[in-house]
């Protein structure tokens, strides 16, 4: 909580938390503004590091999973569509496979 700076909510109840107090519970950057997405998952990545440890993270924006996550599992339906290798599983036709859209992809 001190890492996140949300230590003065560790003694309010969990109904009066907002949904951006309760971040780190569900879904860490869901409804944050860009600046703050990209401070968590950076805090992510950071302890990930330092502490030598696996993290796991569900995200709903490919371009933060392209740039932060080495591995990565796409699903559609419930069912895995393919995993691996970031860069080779969020592909241009993955892409558009799972979510019925196209794109184009840059260079990291």
């Known amino acids: 909580m ?35 997405k990209l401070d968590i998952v950076a805090l992510i990545a950071q302890l990930y590091e330092s502490l030598n440890i696996t993290a ?21 339906d419930g069912r895995i569509v393919s995993a691996g290798d970031s860069s080779s599983v969020l592909t241009r036709d993955s892409i558009e496979q799972v979510f019925g859209v196209s794109v184009d992809m840059l260079d990291q």
């Open 2 to 36: 001190r890492l996140t700076d949300v230590l003065h909510l560790k003694d309010r109840p969990i109904g009066r938390l907002s949904g951006g107090d309760r971040l780190l519970m569900d879904e860490p950057i869901s409804h944050l503004d860009i600046k703050y």
């Open 56 to 76: 796991v993270a569900v995200f709903h924006d490919i371009a933060l999973a392209a740039r932060f996550c080495s591995q990565t599992i796409l699903m559609k």
